[in-house]
């Protein structure tokens, strides 16, 4: 059984002066969109994947600001030699919230982790009945196909056993669309017929249980008083939705919030010189990208795909949308840090030779279509609105006219996961260091069946599902070489960039630390 080296925040270091003084400080992150809802499993956004973190607990975390493995719900696990199984011993004495509409009457043990995930891979689970819901990132996995059983041992043993080998498997327990649910919250909401309550009065055993949310406004949440780390010095955690980011800019200027989300390129000067406000950066585990719809025409055409690809100016886009200078073209499917990576992959910039493609697939006299811009900020697309200006520029030089569309953020990706676009603005941000975090939930044939990209090639899956199984480091990492040449040919996506990620946090905030992907964790974080 491999142990597990953690790093809780001991707040018994803590004077019982400063505590006191912590406690009576919230502390108020202004996020940049609204959760789509609190049931971590339906959603894969970063937005949303940051209010489970706070409420929802899972069996492994990521060591901030490493990508290396650290205990939460199991002490440890041990991996099958033939890496067929992986097995966890559950920690003891965790209690789920207690709040208005539910009270725990006892701790977590192996139901809640089987009902979690049962949820996942069994459409006929008497909870899907109920309440039938689509498990974005589960799906995109293929966890339904992967797993072959899951068995209580006894109530703090669980093991999962696979299809077929993964060594990559066990990273997905410290996500956050695997935190665990309490079994004796969901039993009782079926047993009162409101079983789509659990996506609206989350009960987790995070670090923070939800108190309120107002939609599209601020979301509230206290500390759990009997958390297994330790109350949290900082007493009442606060979102504060602001979509506008040179709104989030003056209000941590301001100190009407003491983290924000990322900001813009664009935003770091404005705040370096704020002597109450430091801007901490990691260079992230991300990629933007336009997606294409590979089942609706012209975007079907593997010439189109390539054309509206190498008629876009890249380094004129860097220059407007990143003029600090730190983010990189994207080439391939994820960044070049990732092990695994193809260095032979190139961009072009040939207005001449896509042209004589669209000639090639019939459309000499060009096309029209839609071109949706993200509504949203993201450190990879700063500004989506003025990335599809630029691009309709570079388009309408080669005959194709680009309409461009966007939606409120929630409907923007039930649309693209619905396939009604041609091209959209996507991302991704890798938590593992693995180069199959970036392509199995995006790019394999089970998240073509729900995600926006509409892609599944049989080369391609084949490759990367070996990839998975083979535990020899260096035959996986040429697999992956070869699929990234395949998705270089077929074109799925426009990459963009990979960014430096900038997170202000005021100077009286203690305990902050960034992750590899920019995302944020509020577990013992306060104010002094």
Request: aromatic share 10%.
């Amino acid at each position: 059984m491999k142990p597990l080296s953690t790093a809780l925040v001991a707040l018994s270091l803590l004077s019982a002066a400063t505590l006191a003084d912590a406690q009576g400080k919230p502390v108020v992150y202004c996020a940049d969109a609204s959760p789509e809802g609190f049931d971590p499993g339906l959603w894969d956004s970063a937005s949303t994947n940051t209010v489970s973190s706070q409420m929802f607990d899972g069996l492994l975390d990521f060591k901030r600001p490493t990508t290396e493995l650290a205990p939460k719900l199991a002490t440890s696990y041990e991996i099958a030699p033939d890496a067929k199984s992986v097995t966890f011993k559950l920690r003891p004495g965790v209690k789920f919230h207690s709040t208005p509409w539910f009270k725990p009457t006892r701790d977590f043990n192996a139901d809640d982790v089987l009902f979690t995930f049962q949820r996942f891979i069994d459409t006929n689970h008497p909870f899907n009945q109920a309440f039938p819901a689509n498990f974005i990132y589960p799906q995109n996995l293929g966890l339904a196909k992967l797993i072959a059983g899951i068995d209580k041992l006894d109530d703090r043993t669980i093991r999962f056993r696979l299809h077929q080998p993964n060594v990559t498997f066990v990273a997905n327990f410290a996500f956050a669309w695997a935190g665990i649910h309490s079994a004796e919250y969901a039993a009782q909401l079926l047993k009162a017929g409101k079983a789509s309550q659990i996506n609206i009065q989350p009960v987790g055993a995070g670090p923070y249980q939800f108190k309120s949310y107002a939609k599209d406004d601020v979301l509230r949440m206290t500390a759990h008083p009997g958390y297994w780390g330790g109350k949290q010095a900082t007493s009442a955690l606060v979102f504060s939705i602001s979509r506008e980011p040179n709104v989030r800019v003056q209000k941590i200027a301001a100190g009407e919030c003491h983290v924000t989300a990322a900001i813009r390129d664009v935003d770091v000067a404005s705040l370096a010189g704020n002597p109450n406000v430091n801007i901490q950066k990691i260079q992230a585990l991300n990629i933007s990208y336009l997606a294409f719809n590979l089942k609706k025409p012209p975007t079907d055409k593997r010439e189109v795909r390539e054309a509206l690809d190498i008629a876009i100016d890249r380094s004129a886009i860097f220059k407007a949308l990143f003029p600090r200078g730190d983010a990189m073209q994207a080439v391939s499917a994820f960044p070049p840090a990732i092990p695994g990576y193809n260095h032979k992959l190139k961009n072009e910039f040939d207005p001449g030779k896509a042209r004589a493609l669209l000639a090639k697939a019939g459309f000499a006299k060009g096309f029209e279509i839609d071109l949706w811009a993200l509504p949203v900020t993201r450190p990879t697309n700063p500004n989506g609105q003025l990335m599809a200006q630029l691009i309709q520029q570079d388009w309408a030089k080669i005959g194709v006219k680009a309409n461009i569309k966007t939606f409120e953020w929630g409907e923007y990706l039930k649309r693209a996961n619905n396939g009604e676009h041609n091209v959209y603005m996507s991302g991704w941000s890798g938590e593992t260091g693995d180069a199959d975090d970036f392509l199995t939930p995006n790019l394999s044939c089970a998240a073509n069946k729900t995600a926006g990209i509409k892609f599944c090639n049989a080369e391609f899956e084949k490759l990367i599902d070996e990839a998975r199984a083979m535990p020899d480091q260096a035959k996986r990492l040429a697999m992956y070489e070869k699929a990234q040449e395949i998705f270089k040919r077929e074109r799925p996506w426009i990459t963009m960039a990979h960014s430096t990620v900038y997170i202000p946090v005021r100077k009286d905030v203690v305990g902050f630390k960034m992750a590899p992907n920019g995302s944020v964790d509020f577990e013992g974080v306060y104010r002094k």
